[in-house]
């Protein structure tokens, strides 16, 4: 849905400028920059200005003039996105509304274990300011040292911890936002229960900034487990690392915080390229999980209740090698492993990468079905899969084949996402887990979703942006 906006004129520009002052009105083109630069490098795009408003009054009054004057609106929070919704397009038409200055915790509230913290708040922030008073804000990212609260709950962030405590959309009591309109819709509650009608607040989680901006939100908060362990395991097959999740779920049940599928390849890559990591388990194995196991009551418990899964999983032969993390400092060193083994993939050349979800029962399936489906595209590729088998997401990326070429592989981009997806949908999967649909996904998105929820979508998008302001060719 694109909008008939006014080009961008020096007068328009000067406008906008005004509402949040000169210094934070950006216009030289080596100030907005950054602005532009999306991880990926997929989306170049192009604006005249990008704001930094400091209040939510100062939103409200940079939407009302971008409603009157039909100007398209990027909202941008962090801008870690891998989907390129939070950047401009190339028409130059667009303004980037930055909003890393609303950075405040507002109240941090103990006893109802919530925190109403603004858009702007990075998620490592949050996380250490919970700790400060003994909390927990369970939502884990490689980037939560540069994400940003608002960017998180636009594309709905998941995580290593969404198998316990669940993804952005399940952390999130209320909201404020900026409706296109420049109204402000507040909703900062912090009600776990609450049946007044439709729940407002989904709808523009995971929105990615296509509805309106958010400029706050009330996040959950929980008590710090008592004991944490971390066991690094190797297996067979995926059929085992099946096995072994539901041994460990059932022993579990929610001290189980984590389980995350790692193939041979990605941490062979990671041993290889990454600095800072060593092997660690002595034997390789065709599949590895990171498991953590928390406790409310003790950290004796926390070892108990690990030791007494591996150790059954040992006697009834469904995994081979396992090693618990002795102290703290080698947790750290289990979890950066995992952090890092995402980018590890760099130095094997071009890739293409895939964020799905499956049925749970169904990971090994997939995985079996997706490699032949990505011999069938490129002969020789090599599939790198990783991610949260605990909530059904896993990270199928493939590498080009060992000596190909990176352009030509490339030029396969198209094939290889149809085909690694249709294995997806054959599944009654997602094509989009945790990075959301941006631009990356659209057109797969409008072509291949039901008509009556892509008609839905447009309904409720054109209820709430009838100009087409904000952030136009995301999503739909």
């Not at 080596?30 to 200005?49: H, K, M, N, Q, V």
């Not at 300011?129 to 998180?152: E, H, T, W, Y």
């Not at 094509?431 to 941006?438: K, L, R, T, Y």
């Amino acid at each position: 849905m694109d909008s008939a906006s006014e080009t961008l004129t020096p007068a328009l520009i000067a406008r906008f400028a005004a509402i949040v002052g000169e210094r934070y009105a950006l216009t030289d083109q080596a100030d907005i920059a950054p602005y532009l630069a999306e991880r990926r490098g997929l989306w170049p795009g192009r604006t005249s200005l990008v704001l930094r408003p400091g209040t939510v009054d100062e939103v409200s009054r940079i939407m009302r003039l971008a409603s009157e004057t039909r100007t398209p609106v990027v909202p941008q929070s962090g801008n870690t996105g891998l989907v390129g919704a939070q950047v401009p397009d190339a028409s130059g038409r667009q303004i980037v509304l930055s909003l890393s200055r609303l950075n405040r915790i507002r109240e941090i509230d103990v006893l109802s274990n919530t925190a109403t913290v603004e858009t702007g708040v990075i998620l490592q922030t949050l996380q250490e300011a919970a700790d400060a008073v003994d909390r927990l804000f369970p939502l884990s990212l490689a980037a939560q040292g540069s994400c940003q609260i608002g960017g998180n709950l636009s594309s709905n962030a998941g995580g290593t911890g969404v198998l316990a405590y669940g993804n952005a959309r399940e952390l999130c009591l209320g909201v404020e936002v900026v409706l296109p309109t420049g109204e402000v819709f507040d909703d900062l509650r912090k009600l776990k229960k609450d049946n007044t009608g439709y729940d407002l607040k989904n709808l523009f989680i995971g929105a990615e900034g296509t509805l309106g901006v958010i400029t706050a939100a009330v996040m959950k908060l929980f008590p710090k487990p008592k004991g944490i362990e971390v066991a690094f395991v190797g297996m067979r097959s995926a059929e085992a690392a099946l096995a072994f999740f539901s041994l460990a779920i059932g022993r579990a049940g929610a001290a189980l915080t984590a389980f995350e599928l790692i193939g041979e390849r990605p941490y062979q890559f990671t041993l290889r390229h990454a600095a800072g990591v060593s092997r660690l388990l002595a034997d390789d194995w065709p599949w590895y999980v990171l498991m953590e196991i928390s406790s409310g009551r003790s950290a004796e418990d926390a070892r108990g209740l690990i030791e007494d899964i591996l150790s059954a999983a040992l006697e009834e032969k469904i995994i081979d090698e396992a090693v618990i993390a002795s102290s703290l400092a080698q947790q750290e060193a289990f979890w950066h492993f995992r952090e890092v083994l995402p980018e590890s993939q760099k130095a094997e050349g071009a890739s293409i990468k895939h964020d799905i979800s499956v049925p749970i029962a169904s990971i090994p399936v997939f995985i079996e079905k997706a490699a032949r489906a990505v011999e069938s595209v490129s002969p020789g590729a090599r599939p790198v899969c990783f991610g949260h088998m605990g909530d059904g997401n896993l990270h199928y990326n493939v590498s080009r084949p060992e000596d190909g070429d990176d352009a030509a592989f490339l030029a396969l981009y198209r094939p290889m996402n149809k085909a690694v997806h249709d294995v997806v949908r054959s599944l009654n999967g997602s094509i989009s887990a945790e990075h959301g649909i941006g631009q990356l996904k659209r057109d797969e998105l409008i072509a291949t979703a039901p008509p009556i929820a892509i008609d839905l979508m447009r309904r409720v998008k054109a209820a709430f942006d009838p100009a087409g302001i904000m952030n136009p060719g995301k999503v739909i």
